[in-house]
């Protein structure tokens, strides 16, 4: 708390250092916050020129919630000056943030199922007890603000019946509703099809064009590329660096979030497919409501290669992936691994495919694949505690265990290498690593792998890619299903497109286009739309 | 980046519950003075009451061995996720086992009664806590409503057997016949006499065995790793093929089990008889010792002394303090179970805050987390 306000000493490395013509929106000059010892931000320096789009780019634990959330009035900052519009403020809480303007919209959306999209937006914004009067005023407000920034949704839908791309404009809705100029966006791409994040890139330049300031919080370089005017990089709890995106490009963006140089293009050779080794035959599956999400699916992934299936999350992969490892029913069909018919009802199946050779690792680490309360060697065993090299009895060898998850720790370089630290302790990309070695080390004949790096940094990236590459060449046959595009693209020998529970084409990833994929995982309705 | 850090092992183990006890005696205190006694004297006599002498810590031993089978009861259901609330009608029904046996057996010596009254006893009490389970595993009816259902049930099943099956016709009460001297379970007072005449049995070295093998059961074997599974994660206990609705089960008829030694303890040496209510809820009180002893055997057996000890000198301090009646002692021990056991988390933020200020431990954990951000 001894920074003067009147020094103007700017960092060399700010790339627009002097005051650009319409002003700073935000202004933070040597922001401290400590979460008792841990400094997760330390002594961040950040402007953003009004009417722009700002990028934030790091690694997980870089920071960038933390400094957004102390903008936003979830934390206090422990040092430091925030200054909106060019005005000191002490932003105590979201309520304060919003009152000067400052809007956020979460990367998991906060809106009641089902409540329409009206009484989503002025839900927590009443104007008096009656409900009536605000609704209509609302309405009115709500409709003025759609055409403005071309953000068309219906008022009286119900949330839980728009997709979620709609979803997220009645975010964006509530904030614009509550007076937002400086619109903070979390990872707002990550649950939208490629059409849906154009279409949110349209209307973040809408909103910019209007006056409005824009921050944008991502890990994906090419939207930082595509929709931002400049780009802040940090690194652990520091501001690195500062560019206008028109002077950078992804390489020097992705070295600058790492520390050193990252390949950002996975290289693998020719595949040499062989007999297959995961049949899948008519598939039903239904969800926990007993909703169908896999109808009829067949396909088959041969030894040495890796299929992708690719799609917008929520069209039936989540159920397809938990169905082929044994840990959901299926209503009908067949799963033969290694060309035996998997018995996967009861529940225990995971048991029986495991033991068939198949291994998976899960779309969630933390849901499904780890128990985060337990140390690492616990987790090291999940899946295959019943197996007899960790003691044949009842009693778990425990040694056994512990001298095996070391032996993978050093193998697959989990930081900090410590088998007795409980898992949640570790960063994403460490825990997908526990996991990765859990199901890789077993040399399974079928790797199920389901979000790769949701979540993980660019640097465990491509070491995770290269690891799933080193399988297939292994001769492992394995199944990719991953929301991320481009790792489909990079990473599979074949592309497969789910659509509402069925597979609605297959194509080569080395000449299908983007769009041509996003057509297709749009479904028909979306192709209509395109027309 | 969470706001608060997890507290260091003994602070969570050792120093909240003392917080919480401290808590408890403080209101407690502030109850006895608004009655117009002196706190201090009934706090001392409390002590004495519990472990005075021989006479007066023999009794906190019987209460401490039904308070640690029903507590390991609770903890162990609670490893798998599952909160057992039918301590009282598994311990009660597991009375009917126990008295099956010694009634059948009582004319052998009760070197063979005991381990075979044992056995009917966890079988009793297993069977009573399996249909819940069963319900749970297969049926998705939640333990918590059904198991306190079945302590309903139990006590009508009670009073219609000892009533209709087990009261001898020379009998005015609902009680059964008495078992003969000889097959009863000796008291511990026939090995160290300053017990004196106190209920305190051989069952405690049951429920101190009983307290090792629920910890080799949940930390050291295949089942426990898997029980443990569900209870933190029972996604993830599915995704690693273990079987849910089993673990479901067999966990449920081993708490039940636990639960039904306490009938083992009354039936066989305390009351050598079968009586209405011989629980006197001390499956209820078993939760609270969990929740203290924080599910581990060690806390558990500590839990379960404290309580122990709250019970019988509460007993004695009405005599000590005329001014305390026994309502007065129950509400003390209410206000215990209350902070220690229901609000056992009361100072765990501040506690977690100070900690995150202060403690040299947390820097260096700290420092592991730097490390576990920066990937390679």
């Known amino acids: 708390m001894n920074e003067q306000p009147d020094s103007n000493a700017q960092r060399p ?30 002594d961040i320096d950040l402007k953003v020129a009004r009417g722009t789009v700002h990028g934030i780019v790091g690694e997980n634990g870089a920071g960038k919630s933390t400094l957004m959330s102390i903008l936003y009035g979830f934390y206090t900052a422990d040092s430091g000056a925030i200054r909106v519009n060019g005005v000191e403020q002490q932003i105590a809480d979201s309520r304060h943030a919003l009152a000067l303007g400052i809007g956020m919209v979460h990367q998991h959306f906060m809106l009641v199922d089902n409540f329409s999209v009206l009484e989503n937006t002025i839900l927590g914004a009443e104007d008096d007890a009656r409900l009536a009067p605000s609704l209509a005023k609302a309405r009115a407000e709500l409709m003025r603000l759609e ?27 509530k904030a614009l509703y509550r007076g937002a100029d400086i619109l903070i966006l979390d990872e707002p791409t990550g649950v939208l099809t490629p059409k849906e994040a154009d279409d949110l890139f349209r209307v973040l330049e809408t909103l910019r064009d209007q006056g409005k300031t824009i921050i944008l919080i991502t890990h994906k370089l090419r939207e930082i590329m595509a929709i931002t005017d400049n780009v802040s990089v940090m690194r652990q709890g520091e501001m690195v660096k500062t560019l206008k995106t028109s002077e950078t490009n992804p390489e020097e963006l992705a070295e600058l979030m790492v520390g050193r140089r990252v390949l950002l293009r996975v290289e693998k050779g020719e595949s040499h497919p062989g007999k297959p080794l995961l049949e899948v035959r008519d598939l039903v599956v239904a969800d926990d409501m007993g909703v169908e999400r896999v109808k009829s699916v067949s396909f088959a992934v041969r030894a040495g290669e890796i299929v992708g ?23 009908a069909g067949t799963v033969a691994v290694n060309g035996r018919e998997l018995y996967l009802r009861g529940d225990d199946g995971a048991a029986r495919a495991r033991a068939a050779g198949l291994a998976h690792v899960p779309e969630d680490r933390q849901r499904m694949g780890l128990v985060t309360a337990f140390e690492e060697w616990e987790n090291s065993i999940l899946g ?9 009895g009842p009693f778990l060898d425990i040694e056994k265990a512990k001298a095996e998850a070391d032996a993978r720790i050093r193998t697959f370089d989990v930081r900090p290498p410590n088998n007795r630290l409980k898992t949640s302790l570790f960063s994403g990309g460490n825990q997908q690593k526990i996991v990765l070695a859990r199901e890789m080390e077993r040399d399974p004949d079928v790797l199920i792998v389901g979000q790769p790096t949701r979540g993980v940094d660019i640097g465990a990236i491509e070491f995770i890619h290269n690891q799933i590459i080193k399988m297939r060449d292994a001769g492992k046959a394995i199944l990719l299903v991953s929301v991320e595009l481009d790792e489909i693209r990079s990473l599979s020998d074949r592309v497969l497109v789910m659509f509402d529970g069925t597979i609605v084409g297959e194509a080569d990833p080395a000449t299908a286009t983007e769009g041509e994929l996003g057509l297709m995982m749009a479904g028909i309705s979306e192709r209509k739309a395109a027309q | 980046m969470s706001a608060l850090r997890p507290l260091p092992r003994w602070a969570d183990l050792v120093l909240l519950p003392i917080l919480n006890l401290l808590l408890a005696f403080i209101v407690a205190g502030l109850v006895v003075l608004i009655i117009g006694q002196n706190p201090f004297v009934a706090i001392s006599a409390i002590a004495t009451g519990a472990f005075g002498n021989g006479y007066n810590i023999g009794y906190t031993l019987y209460y401490t061995t039904n308070f640690i089978f029903t507590g390991l009861a609770v903890a162990l259901a609670a490893h798998a996720g599952l909160f057992n609330i039918g301590g009282n009608g598994q311990a009660y029904v597991a009375g009917l086992g126990v008295i099956f046996v010694a009634l059948a057996l009582d004319q052998y ?34 333990v918590v409503i059904t198991t306190i259902m079945f302590n309903f049930i139990a006590s009508a099943l009670m009073v219609y057997m000892l009533n209709r099956v087990l009261k001898p016709a020379n009998v005015s009460g609902p009680e059964s016949r008495m ?37 080799v059961l949940v930390w050291r074997t295949k089942f426990g790793f898997a029980l443990r599974t569900l209870g933190h994660n029972p ?86 303090v005329p001014g305390l009646t026994r309502e007065m002692v129950v509400v003390i021990q209410a206000l215990v179970i209350l902070f220690t056991g229901a609000m056992e988390g009361l100072f765990r933020p501040g506690l977690q805050r100070t900690f995150m200020l202060f403690s040299p431990e947390q820097k260096a954990e700290a420092a592991a987390r730097e490390t576990v951000g920066s990937e390679g």
Do not use: C
Request: aromatic share 10%; proline share 5%.
């Open chain 1, 384 to 392: 295959y505690q019943d197996s007899p090299e960790y003691g044949s």
């Open chain 2, 179 to 215: 078992i003969a001297e000889g097959a009863r379970m000796p008291r511990l007072s026939e090995f160290f006499p300053p017990f004196q005449y106190t209920p305190v049995n051989l069952s405690l070295i049951v429920a101190i065995i009983a307290l090792f093998v629920v910890y």
């Open chain 2, 109 to 142: 010596h009760w070197a063979i009664v005991m381990p075979v009254a044992l056995i009917a006893a966890a079988v009793f009490g297993g069977v009573w806590a399996f249909i819940p389970g069963y319900l749970q595993a297969k049926r998705g009816s939640h």
């Open chain 1, 13 to 42: 490395d700010m790339a627009a250092a002097s005051p650009p013509a319409n002003g700073w929106a935000i202004e933070l000059e040597k922001i401290n916050k400590r979460f008792g010892p841990v400094h997760a931000n330390k």
């Open chain 1, 147 to 173: 055409r403005e920034y071309g953000l068309e949704v219906d008022p009286d839908a119900i949330i839980e019946d728009i997709s979620v791309g709609q979803q997220q404009r009645v975010e964006i809705l």
């Open chain 1, 309 to 331: 299936i690719a799609g917008v999350s929520g069209n039936g992969q989540t159920e397809l992936l938990e169905a082929v490892s044994g840990m959901r029913d299926q209503r």
């Open chain 2, 235 to 320: 996604v993830a206990s599915r995704y690693a093929g273990m079987s849910n609705s089993r673990i479901i089960m067999i966990v449920m008829t081993l708490s039940g089990a636990l639960a039904g030694m306490v009938a083992f303890n009354e039936v066989l040496s305390v009351q050598n008889r079968l009586v209405l209510d011989f629980v006197a809820d001390a499956g209820f009180v078993g939760i609270a010792v969990a929740l203290m002893g924080r599910n581990h055997p060690v806390g558990v057996a500590f839990a379960a002394l404290l309580f122990g000890a709250l019970y019988q000198g509460g007993n004695e301090l009405q005599y000590v």
